[in-house]
């Protein structure tokens, strides 16, 4: 009789200054469905390492700057065979990931979670980030022939086969794009799953809309 090896989870959370969120994240993340959780650190200054390492979890310090590069240094120490991402600022909730594990399980290769699938929604969603995610959907369908409904939402889960066969070139937030879009290309099977983005909690978001809306347009138009 053959029998199939048990999936491996790592879950993977890049950080950067969330001291105040950090620990909310890491206390909801399912523990019965998660057997690694690795935190890379971008050399945070306001207590965040000191305090993963209080918490007791693995910590790395991010080797070269960019959110794809934080991912990927995540992705060099991980045991799983299953890869998820998450960020550390509260807005993601970690109790949708038996979700995306549900769709590994039914044989799905990627699994993204969205904002704007029926079920889904948004608390922290603002005016202009709504209407930049829209068009740069509608491009990224338009461009690469993808049914996606949210390329601006890095919540993901992913078999580490299928991210060892696709070589990602990014080094910041074109990253989160680059990803789904040669999965897609490369023939694998993607699904979507609807996730509710909670607000934002503690300090204002670090990323700048115009840098990353150009990150991800020009990972659009190169892949």
């Not at 200054?45 to 959110?67: A, C, H, M, S």
């Not at 799983?80 to 399980?105: E, M, R, W, Y």
């Not at 948004?122 to 049914?147: A, M």
């Not at 609807?194 to 347009?217: D, H, M, N, Y």
Request: net charge neutral; hydrophobic share 40%.
């Amino acid at each position: 009789m053959n029998h199939i090896a048990p999936k491996v989870v790592t879950v993977i959370v890049p950080t950067l200054n969330e001291v105040e969120n950090i620990e909310k994240v890491l206390m909801e993340i399912p523990k019965e469905k998660v057997d690694e959780i690795l935190i890379v650190d971008g050399h945070s200054t306001d207590g965040t390492v000191e305090l993963v390492r209080k918490l007791g979890y693995p910590l790395i310090f991010q080797e070269e700057k960019g959110f794809g590069k934080a991912i990927e240094m995540g992705i060099k120490h991980a045991k799983g065979d299953v890869l998820i991402f998450i960020t550390a600022d509260n807005s993601q909730n970690p109790k949708d990931i038996p979700k995306l594990l549900d769709k590994l399980d039914e044989g799905y290769d990627l699994v993204l979670a969205s904002r704007y699938l029926p079920g889904a929604g948004s608390e922290d969603d603002t005016l202009l980030h709504y209407l930049g995610n829209k068009f740069f959907t509608f491009l990224c369908n338009i461009v690469h022939k993808t049914n996606f409904s949210d390329t601006l939402y890095f919540f993901q889960a992913i078999r580490k086969k299928v991210f060892d066969s696709v070589k990602l070139t990014s080094s910041d937030f074109g990253y989160c794009i680059e990803l789904p879009i040669k999965v897609h290309k490369a023939g694998f099977k993607v699904i979507q799953v609807p996730s509710f983005e909670r607000k934002r909690s503690g300090s204002k978001a670090k990323v700048s809309a115009f840098s990353t809306g150009w990150e991800i347009l020009s990972a659009i138009l190169k892949y």
